[in-house]
């Protein structure tokens, strides 16, 4: 493989992207450090936030696909932005990276971590998440998985606040839409969770401030939170902040 570059030499970065950080990280890479960037959507949002840079939208194909990206369009670092829950594109990015001696690193989040005072319901997937709500025997459910994973609960018999930044296609029968897009505040998840009287919250642990007030607003109001944890993601370089993926492509983190 070859070294990691430094940021003298850092001409161009494919960024794998579709969270907050990616958008912040290719503004920082653009607009201060002058990085030729190519950020990647995957295409699922239809109004996806404008970001500095170039950007493409759609996937690679696989692997291979992307592997065949990068020896047509070769760059000094390839970094995976993509949300902590995506569970293939990390795969792919490492394959990829590893194929064309790419140098690459992951760009993930801190995971939220519970208080004393929370109550979590630790579980492994959305199914299990369905079957939580059931033992909980929750009536007024706020479901915040993204709209990608709101079929979990198709044929759950409770109600369901669901809140997403684009309408789900397939959601619990009775249930009402909430579209919207982070961040929220304390002050207004409070008032969501005694408005629509919540007695549960769903959400995956995502990590990150933009949306972790919901879980505050839940730890005052003892409401319970059942709580999906992350897919495994491979064994790659990961750093938890953008300004410390700024510095790996610097060569402060390199090895
Ligand atoms: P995934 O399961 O890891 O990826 C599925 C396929 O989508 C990949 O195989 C790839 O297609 C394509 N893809 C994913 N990210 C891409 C990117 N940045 N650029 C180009 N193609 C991409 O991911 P997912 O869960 O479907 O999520 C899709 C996108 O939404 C990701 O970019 C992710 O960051 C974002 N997102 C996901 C969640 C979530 O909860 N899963 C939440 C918020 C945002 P090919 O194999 O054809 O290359």
Known sequence: MRPIPTM????????????????????????????????????????????????????????????????????????????????????????????????????????????????????????AAAAALSSLGAKRVLLTVGRQSTWAFADHDAWFLVRAIEAPEVAPADHQLLLERGPFTVTSERALLRDHRIDAVVTKNSGGAATKAKLVAARELEVPVVMVARPAPPEVTIVDRVDHAVAWLDGALGS
């Not at 794998?16 to 201060?32: K, N, P, Q, Y």
């Open 8 to 127: 003298r030499d850092v001409r161009r970065v494919l960024l794998l992207a579709g969270t907050t950080e990616a958008t912040r990280l290719a503004h920082v890479l653009v607009r201060v450090h002058g990085v030729d960037v190519l950020s990647s959507l995957a295409g699922v949002t239809n109004a996806p936030t404008p970001r500095a840079g170039r950007t493409r939208v759609g996937g690679f194909g696989g692997a291979e696909g992307l592997a065949q990206h990068l020896r047509d369009h070769p760059v000094d670092g390839l970094i995976d932005a993509t949300h902590p829950f995506a569970a293939v594109m990390p795969f792919n990015a490492a394959a990829a990276a590893a194929a064309t001696a790419t140098p690459s690193c992951r760009l993930l989040r801190p995971r939220w971590m519970p208080t004393p005072a929370d109550r979590w319901i630790d579980v492994p997937d959305l199914q």
